[in-house]
């Protein structure tokens, strides 16, 4: 079963990278086919997403998903997917590649977009 476990701070946190309509499509949209476990900011784990049957899930757009997903892993999140857990943005979104659940199109749009986030360039993901 996927879960996403996350405190108030991260949820918080995630809205430097995400529009709030986003984050609450998403993560509902994730609740209909997870778990999710709200954690205290100082329990553990309270920023890890087991998305293992979720990824292949299409009945929203694959963008939006990718968009919450890579910004919960650029906060400090780790994303698993089956046995395989990576933590940071880049490493996730090598993951999904690796994995084939990312297309070349969508890897460079995520590259882009989060290249201008270090930059204090970005616009948030709506």
């Not at 049957?53 to 999140?77: C, M, P, Q």
Request: aromatic share 12%.
């Amino acid at each position: 079963m996927d879960i996403l476990y996350i405190s108030p701070k991260t949820e918080k946190e995630l809205t430097q990278y995400c529009e709030s309509n986003l984050l609450i499509a998403v993560i509902a949209h994730f609740a209909n086919n997870g778990k999710i476990i709200k954690k205290g900011d100082d329990e553990h784990p309270n920023r890890w997403w087991i998305i293992t049957d979720y990824i292949s899930n299409h009945t929203i757009e694959s963008r939006k998903k990718l968009a919450v997903i890579l910004s919960f892993a650029s906060i400090g999140g780790f994303v698993q997917i089956g046995d395989r857990q990576e933590l940071g943005d880049v490493n996730v979104l090598c993951m999904l590649k690796e994995l084939h659940y990312i297309s070349d199109a969508d890897f460079d749009y995520f590259v882009e977009a989060f290249f201008n986030f270090s930059q204090g360039k970005g616009v948030k993901f709506s």
